[in-house]
């Protein structure tokens, strides 16, 4: 196994100095940031935060920020999610699409006020595409980088852990909308929102001076909650089905064969640039598209390249992320399969490093 | 130490097989890239480049390709340098700047003809600037990333390498210009360039399948030159002023703040984008400026985040990229220093992990 090199071109975060504290043992890199991958083994990880609490160091998902009068027709240009319903106060997930309908950045937007939003990024430099577009249509916008980084906390003792340091008010935040909450006298935006299953709430922490102050609170409120530091889980995000912009999609793929298509609303997202790219594909299905996939036998090692997914001789698609799972006793997959052996059930096989797998395509991802 | 935890979104390279079996110990993350830091250790590293020849696995400097009638038009409109003395087979270091004269990249623009670019980019997503662009001023250009893998050859011995693989021509390339050769049935442009002081080339591999061939002949033609596989080396980057985007600037800084001034005809540049912002500065300089860094006593640690450089007790500059050099029998460093403090020979204190060191801002880089 390779050292990671640090410089500052990866980016240390708010939460850094806990984060190291804590023992972290691996990291990625994301969004030209340190993120986190195991603390104790993604094993002990996994238990813990199904049964507890964690504390996350998601300052990667980077803020877009978008500011001014034309704000909010920019959000619009930028996805074909209809976003004339969206009130303040809510989060929307929305795929952001090039002229192609390519997906460049699988992000949350936040709509902080109808001049004011956030868009909350996965791993692209989103940050170019839309201060590019901003300058070429000429647009009244700010567009950068605050000084924004989100920290998550995840589990299912996540409600009681933020009500001892925000107070009760927390627990009424229903599931993707956010409130104002203040710390150290600062406000802060709390949305209900996570990158797990496990419930959970992730903390707009504004103004890197109250990282660590903020960090050092919710450890000291959870102690006899066993909260730990953790970080997005493979084994659980696999489980969950969520996906990860890079491993699981590229700018190759629509929002369609990524199974967003509950979150495009192609005709009526008016100024949409990917519009007229996939309004045929929105009106007549891909032709591959994300599934879950179980893999037999023994545990599967890491998926650090797309492994074939064969049949009959031919590839019929790609596994991007695996795991083994120990609440399921197997390998739990995520992989793009093509419409002719997308069906629930249908037999495949995998080309693991180790070998031919079998595989079932399934219905549904495991939690 | 961290371990990184390697998905596919961390993307491999034509020649990570190679990297592999060469006994990679260490990674970073260029353009969500794998890119080695290490194979034997920094300065064994670092003397065998100053001795013999390396291979490089510079993968991860993408090529964003510019396509069509309007392409030397978008690529005049990303650059303050002037570019209509370039002539195709010239390589140009081009400063790339958005609205506020913020440098989004320092690529090198490799002119292939008139209406086809590559931008040889260094560690942000200039891909989606760029599309952007391409796309807010409806240009007629296609803009996307081609399947090509800069494959660096560096050190003394580069020219007697690279001629017994692709014959004497190669010794005719002159600096920062290119020329086609051909490899497999393959024509492939080389370019003299590099990143390192050290002298060499670079090989733009354009299609995957021939990486580890091409990887595989120059190891088999080189044994007796004691060919290794190496990567960009701190200590010599750092001896020869190479500037490493997202470490020593970033977008909050203008090419004159990095020195790159020289690459500027702001006056002449019509069409860059950043060329008003860009007027003020060039005419009255910046206001703090790279530099030479000398930083006296035993080596320091590495830099994984700006150090202050400080005066007076007041801050004065950063430091952001050191490293001890065996040659010079000191630590050398990269810093940005105010225009208060920059005159070569000015003595300031750096603070670094394990205390406050005294250090001198210097005239020219050590290389």
Redesign the interface.
């Known amino acids: 196994?390779?050292?990671?090199?640090?410089?500052?071109?990866?980016r240390?975060t708010p939460f850094s100095d806990g984060v190291e504290a804590a023992g972290?043992?691996?990291?990625?890199?994301?969004n030209?940031m340190l993120l986190p991958?195991?603390f104790e083994s993604a094993e002990a990880d996994y238990r813990h935060l199904k049964e507890h609490v964690q504390v996350w160091d998601v300052s990667c998902e980077r803020q877009v920020e978008l500011r001014g009068p034309d704000a909010a027709r920019l959000m619009q240009m930028l996805t074909p999610r209809d976003l004339r319903g969206m009130l303040p106060g809510q989060c929307y997930y929305v795929p952001i699409v090039?002229?192609t309908g390519g997906m460049?950045n699988d992000p949350v937007a936040v709509k902080l006020s109808e001049d004011r939003w956030w868009i909350s990024i996965a791993?692209?430099?989103?940050l170019?595409?839309?201060?590019?577009?901003?300058?070429?249509?000429r647009l009244d916008v700010l567009v950068d980088e605050p000084d924004v980084s989100p920290l998550g906390v995840q589990g299912p003792k996540s409600d009681e852990l933020m009500a001892r340091v925000f107070g009760d008010r927390v627990r009424d935040i229903r599931f993707f909308k956010f409130d104002k909450f203040e710390f150290e006298g600062r406000e802060l935006a709390i949305a209900r929102s996570g990158y797990s299953k496990q419930g959970g709430f992730e903390i707009y922490v504004e103004g890197s001076d109250i990282g660590m102050p903020l960090w050092n609170a919710l450890f000291a409120a959870g102690e006899d909650l066993q909260v730990r530091a953790g970080c997005p889980n493979l084994i659980e995000r696999i489980e969950g089905g969520l996906l990860?912009?890079?491993?699981d999609m590229t700018d190759d793929n629509t929002p369609h064969e990524c199974g967003l298509g509950k979150f495009c609303n192609t005709h009526t997202a008016i100024g949409c640039?990917g519009r007229d790219a996939l309004l045929r594909v929105a009106k007549e299905g891909p032709v591959q598209q994300i599934r879950p996939i179980l893999i037999d036998g023994d545990p599967v090692p890491?998926?650090?390249?797309?492994w074939p997914i064969v049949a009959g001789g031919k590839r019929v698609g790609q596994v991007?992320?695996t795991a083994w799972s120990p609440d399921f006793s197997t390998n739990v997959a995520i992989g793009m399969v093509k419409l002719s052996h997308w069906e629930p059930g249908t037999r495949v096989e995998v080309e693991s490093p180790d070998g031919l797998r079998g595989a079932t395509v399934r219905d549904k991802f495991w939690i």
């Open positions: 196994m390779a050292q990671i090199a640090l410089s500052r071109r990866l240390r972290v043992k691996g990291y990625t890199v994301y030209r991958t195991v090039d002229e460049l791993d692209s430099d989103l170019l595409w839309v201060k590019g577009i901003a300058n070429g249509y990860s912009y890079g491993n640039i890491p998926c650090d390249r797309p991007t992320s």
